[in-house]
């Protein structure tokens, strides 16, 4: 499965960017999806999952403020991203994965449950 990211940008503290997330190529259509983030030199960080009954799973960080969601054509997902801070600023990737997701989103071994990633999007939040 190959996924694209998309709506990453520059924007100021306090703002909203909504991420996009479509598959450019598949054969089997993943049961859950993700969004991690990462800073160069740093662990990708688990930020929102999505079960394949609909069940949703945040950071700690982002809870409150970030909304995961699937689209209902073919392979998609979002991310709602609203009050940005600074420290949101990092590259977004989507992903998926296959059964169940058996650790929190948050796991040190999380990112190895998803063997479908995309490339990443960049959102910058400037204060």
């Known amino acids: 499965v190959g996924l694209v990211e998309s709506g990453g940008g520059s924007v100021e503290d306090g703002a909203s960017l909504k991420l996009s997330c479509a598959a450019a190529k598949y054969t089997h259509t993943p049961d859950y999806m993700a969004w991690f983030r990462q800073t160069p030199g740093k662990e990708r960080e688990g930020v929102a999952h999505i079960a394949a009954d609909g069940t949703t799973t945040y950071a700690g960080s982002v809870k409150g403020r970030f909304t995961i969601a699937k689209g209902s054509a073919g392979i998609s997902l979002f991310l709602e991203m609203n009050s940005l801070k600074p420290e949101d600023t990092d590259v977004y990737f989507c992903?998926?994965?296959?059964?169940?997701?058996?650790?929190?989103?948050?796991?040190?071994?999380?990112?190895?449950?998803?063997?479908?990633w995309g490339r990443g999007t960049q959102v910058t939040v400037s204060s």
């Open positions: 992903a998926g994965g296959h059964g169940v997701l058996n650790v929190p989103i948050t796991s040190q071994y999380a990112a190895a449950r998803f063997p479908y």
